[in-house]
């Protein structure tokens, strides 16, 4: 599975950024979609991750609130819908896949998107 990331950007405080994250390739029914973030000189966290048959979700608790994930099955498409963000959320932001159900490790995810960069200014 290929996966393409968009959507990030430069905003202040307390705004609003959507990232996209198009999948192509296989069949996705099993599949479970996430987000990760990263900042230089730490490891990549988890963000959000949902499932792409029944959209069950699950969020880190530093986001719980402010960020949805969501899926359109027909575009074959992950959203994160980000609000009242932080300057703390500044971060390269990666849309990652796997099968087998939700995991908040990225060594669990062996398909990834490139990053988007997201920059929060305060």
């Known amino acids: 599975v290929q996966l393409q990331a968009s959507g990030g950007g430069l905003v202040q405080a307390g705004g609003s950024l959507r990232l996209s994250c198009e999948a192509s390739?296989?069949?996705?029914?099993?599949?479970?979609m996430a987000w990760f973030r990263q900042v230089p000189g730490k490891e990549r966290e988890f963000v959000a991750a949902?499932?792409?048959?029944?959209?069950?979700?699950s969020y880190a608790d530093s986001v719980k609130g402010r960020f949805t994930i969501s899926r359109d099955t027909a575009k074959k498409t992950v959203t994160l819908q980000m609000n009242s963000l932080k300057p703390e959320d500044t971060a390269v932001y990666y849309c990652?896949?796997?099968?087998?159900?939700?995991?908040?490790?990225?060594?669990?995810?062996?398909?990834w998107g490139q990053g988007t960069l997201v920059t929060v200014s305060s």
């Open positions: 990652a896949a796997r099968t087998m159900g939700f995991a908040t490790r990225s060594a669990a995810y062996p398909n």
């Open positions: 390739g296989r069949t996705f029914t099993n599949y479970n």
């Open positions: 949902i499932t792409w048959n029944l959209g069950t979700t």
